[in-house]
């Protein structure tokens, strides 16, 4: 009598789906991955800025904050609707979208970050002679760390989350594996794509959890004396 083939079957933990499709697989989460990391590293890149605007000018602080908070409000299928003029039917319309949508996230925290650093220890590096750049990447940069991976971690796991939207202008990595299965009511490749993507979220989030403690030991520190005392 033959095997009963889970793939005929149409069932949802489908073993011999994975072994026959792992090209389409990998190729999917590698473009998932690529998206969602390239939009985190943008978005920092244009947050920091606009962080240290708002600290730096008080009277930018809500125009700043209220924008970015006003960003992440748009539903993603408006936002990449919106974008789509300018980026095409790319993956750059994607990543456009999750950058707007990292600002909101990374913009606070590396304001909180800012504004945990204890004045008195500015008031010490200036009198060293400090000047306002060596300051910022000397003193507060390092210190306002533990804030800064905090925002990270959160916009990561959102962008691998809302990475599968793009599957609606053909660039969503497992997002394209999870719609054309409901389409299709392709039961394997719907689960093993939605699986994949929740492995991704929790993966990026204890290796950065890993990176953020590596790169703040005195944090721990700082934890430990506190229950100490």
């Known amino acids: ?8 079957a149409n069932d949802w933990i489908c073993a011999e789906y994975v072994r026959s499709r792992s090209g389409e697989l990998a190729d999917a989460t590698l473009q998932h991955l690529g998206i969602a990391v390239s939009s985190v590293l943008l978005g920092l890149l244009l947050a920091f800025p606009l962080a ?11 125009p700043v904050l209220g ?24 993956a750059a319309v994607v990543v456009a979208g999750l950058v707007l949508y990292s600002l909101t996230v990374l913009v606070r925290n590396i304001l909180a970050g800012l504004e945990s650093v204890p004045r008195d220890v500015r008031e ?30 959160i916009a990561m796991v959102s962008a691998i989350s809302l990475t599968t939207v793009g599957a609606i202008v053909g660039h969503g990595g497992l997002g394209n594996l999870i719609y054309s299965g409901m389409d299709s009511l392709f039961k394997a490749q719907v689960l093993t794509a939605s699986a994949i ?6 993966s990026a989030d204890l290796l950065l959890l890993v990176v953020q403690r590596a790169l703040t030991p005195w944090a721990r520190h700082r934890a430990r004396a506190g229950k100490a005392g």
Do not use: D, H, I, N
């Open 197 to 202: 993507c929740v492995a991704l979220a929790v």
């Open 52 to 62: 240290l605007l708002a600290y730096r000018w008080k009277a930018a602080s809500g």
């Open 124 to 153: 010490v590096a200036q009198g060293m002679g400090y000047g306002q750049r060596q300051l910022l990447f000397g003193v507060e940069l390092p210190l306002m760390l533990p804030a800064l991976m905090a925002g990270v971690r």
């Open 1 to 8: 009598m033959a095997s009963r083939s889970c793939l005929a």
């Open 67 to 90: 924008l970015t908070t006003v960003l992440y409000t748009v539903p993603s299928l408006a936002m990449f609707a919106l974008l789509l003029p300018v980026f095409g039917l790319s």
